[in-house]
């Protein structure tokens, strides 16, 4: 029963930290990068190309998209969907020893990663 509860407890936190895919649209490798624009509501306004796709699910996903983004090189990021839906949660409950049913928001992003393009 304590290995149960134990791996109950590990699955919720892990889940609660969001988890972040990486899909790179090029073969190119780039240095990691130091600062990064996010784009939530409009494009950029300079050239770029997309270099790879980010998938972020629950926790801080604009932080974890950026702290992603900086890992690969990109220069930026933009929002290309967001959802959310409520999930339901059952805990333990160690004082009632009854389960506890809690709603939670869960939410999914897609962000472009992008560098800009440079004029010759």
């Known amino acids: 029963m304590k290995k149960a509860i134990l791996c109950f407890s590990l699955l919720m936190f892990i889940s609660c930290a969001g988890s972040v895919v990486y899909r790179p649209l090029t073969d190119e490798k780039y240095p990691s990068s ?25 926790g801080d996903i ?5 702290k992603k ?7 930026g990021i933009i929002l290309a969907s967001e959802s959310k839906k409520i999930v339901y949660l059952s805990r333990r409950n160690p004082e009632t020893q009854t389960s506890d049913i809690s709603p939670e928001t869960e939410v999914h992003a897609l962000f472009i990663a992008i560098k800009y393009i440079e004029k010759d």
């Not at 604009?62 to 950026?66: D, N, R, T, Y």
């Open 34 to 58: 130091k600062h990064i624009d996010v784009y939530t509501k409009e494009k950029p306004q300079k050239p770029y190309k997309e270099i790879g796709k980010i998938e972020v699910k629950g």
């Open 62 to 66: 604009i932080k974890a998209a950026i």
């Open 69 to 75: 983004a900086k890992k690969v090189g990109a220069d």
